[in-house]
């Protein structure tokens, strides 16, 4: 999920990684926990509350350290492998149930929208006959974004324990002229992943809630990642508390929040490590077939230092390899994570994003270093262990 004044910047920054092919990667050891703690420490200096950091290799070891104070009300330690909201991680779970649909021949990537929702997409330059699935996958679409309707900073302190059903957020969206003819140009769009979502619970005839959870959660043994339920404010388990800055300059706790808002573009709750576990499955072959990773590794150009969109995935380089994964921010929540060259897969969550840091949130070069800071350490550690 991203919020408008950030929307192009944090695309950025929210990668992961995986090379693939017959080219042998040296291994990358897993560094030591201390090794881990310190880096993650050197990024409290900066504000943040906490850092959650989770280190997974190809083997399924894992090194999880968590630095900071989880509850700046009682001042308690941020919990090793808490549950945290995942924000644009989502996308690349959908993505994987949309794929999985075209595995068992229910979707076609290329065939338009209003095949499978009939009528629903209608605006001013918007017509469901002319967007295909792939391009809602990939953000060549056009369709207009609602999230700066719905998540500025200045109201989103006041609104967020409110509840928005997927039909209210497309509707902010199709009140605006299209952004452009579908296919292109690449923007990054989360209207796009409400309207996959849509397309799920049409095709299956069950919610997107409970496709994630039987096609990846389940078959994955994962125990801490989810799908919120219409009108869930709470993390169901242990998690440390997120903050954001409001429109007065205060860093208050939204951990609370509904995050109907973000839906199948941003609503989701994992943890690092499941996280971890997630992309390499993902990466690996073990979700979808040979085709369908295949269609997902197809990327075009975003336009940002060498990377690549491709089906609900980001390609981009790292100093040691190819990168893919996804990353999200979503109001108390920063993930940056990846899967190295050699397979071994990093998570890294901070609880507040990087604009919440900056009183000026004009200030587009200290919001943009931060998220570089969060890059500099996910690539440190994954090239030099």
Known sequence: MYQKFSSRLVVASLVGALSVG???????????????????????????????????????????????????????????NGQVRIGSNTKTFVAVVVMQLVDEGSVQLDEPVETYLPGLLRGE????????VRQLLQHTSGLPEYTDSVAQVQDFIEIRKDHHGPRDLLDIALAKPAAFEPGTRFTYTNTNYIVLGMLVEKVTRRTVNEQIDQRIVQPLGLRNTYMPNPGERFLRGTHPQGYHRDASGEVVDVTEMDPGWAWAAGAMVSTPGELNTFFQALLEGSLVSEEALA???????????????????????????????HGGTIHGYQSVNAVGPDGT?????????????VEDQTDGERIMSLFEQLEDTLETTLCQG
């Open 22 to 80: 017959a080219i042998a990667v040296p291994s990358v050891a897993s560094p030591p926990s201390d090794t881990l703690r310190t880096r993650l420490a050197d990024l409290l200096e900066v504000g943040y509350p906490a850092v959650l950091g989770t280190v997974t290799d190809a083997h399924g070891g894992s090194t999880a350290v968590a630095v900071g104070t989880g509850d700046r009300d009682h001042g308690t330690p941020a919990p090793v």
């Open 125 to 132: 330059g918007i017509d469901g006959a002319r967007i295909t």
């Open 295 to 325: 269609e997902m590794r197809n990327t075009i150009d975003m336009g940002q230092g060498g990377q690549e969109y491709g089906l609900g995935i980001i390609k981009k380089p790292l100093g040691c390899g190819e990168a893919w994964g």
């Open 345 to 357: 897969a990093m998570t890294l969550v901070t609880t507040a994003i990087p604009p919440s840091l």
